[in-house]
C-alpha cells in the first residue's frame, strides 16, 4: 500500500527558502520517521506566491490569516508594505498543491504568518506571539487539512497511527 501524502513546510524539510534564505530542517531522527510514514510533499506558500529568498520579513497586522483572506487583515513588512497578495496567492497554491497531491495532513513551521498554526507572530515586530493561524495554514484548514507544526510532531504520528 502507497504512503499516505504529507504537505510540509519547504523549510522544515531543509529547504534555503526563509526570509533570510536559510532552512529550518527537523532533526534527522524526525525527518526519517517522517519519511517512514508519509510521501513528503514540500510547499513553501511564500515562495509559491511569488516571493523570494531572501525576502523582507512580514507579520499579519490588524487580525490571522483567516481576516488576510477575508481582506479583513494585512501581511505586511516592517517598512509597511502590503504583502496580502502574494501570501493570499500562496495560500491557494498550496491547498491546490494539497489537493493535486490528496493530502489530509499538514506539517506547517510553527508562529509563521503563512504556515503558523494556534499562534502567529503578534504584527508588531515585537517577538511576541498572539492567537491565530497563518494564511496558508487557514486556506488548508478550510479545504479540510489537519494542520499541526514541529512542535506537535508526536500527535502528528499518533493520529496518523489511529486513521
Ligand atoms: S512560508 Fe512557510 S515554508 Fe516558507 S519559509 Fe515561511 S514557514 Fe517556511
Known amino acids: 500500500m502507497s504512503k499516505p501524502a504529507l504537505l510540509m513546510s519547504a ?10 534564505a536559510t532552512g529550518k530542517p527537523l532533526p534527522a531522527e524526525w525527518a526519517a520517521r517522517l519519511s517512514a510514514r508519509f510521501a513528503i510533499v514540500p510547499v513553501c506558500p511564500e515562495m509559491a506566491g511569488g516571493l523570494p529568498a531572501p525576502r523582507a520579513p512580514c507579520e499579519i497586522r490588524g487580525g490571522d490569516g483567516y481576516d488576510v483572506l477575508a481582506g479583513r487583515a494585512e501581511v505586511m513588512t516592517a517598512a509597511g508594505d502590503n504583502l496580502s497578495l502574494p501570501f493570499c ?8 498543491l494539497a489537493r493535486e497531491h490528496d493530502c489530509h495532513v499538514a506539517l506547517l513551521k510553527a508562529n509563521s504568518p503563512s ?16 492567537n491565530g493561524d497563518g494564511v496558508c495554514a487557514a486556506a488548508l484548514r478550510r479545504a479540510g487539512l ?7 510532531l508526536e500527535q502528528l504520528l499518533q493520529e496518523a497511527e489511529q486513521a
Open 146 to 152: 489537519a494542520v499541526f507544526s514541529e512542535l506537535e
Open 115 to 130: 504556515c503558523g498554526s494556534g499562534t502567529i507572530y503578534s504584527g508588531d515586530f515585537d517577538g511576541r506571539h498572539k
Open 11 to 20: 523549510c522544515l524539510c531543509g529547504q534555503a527558502v526563509r526570509y533570510d
Open 89 to 96: 496567492r500562496g495560500a491557494t497554491r498550496a491547498a491546490d
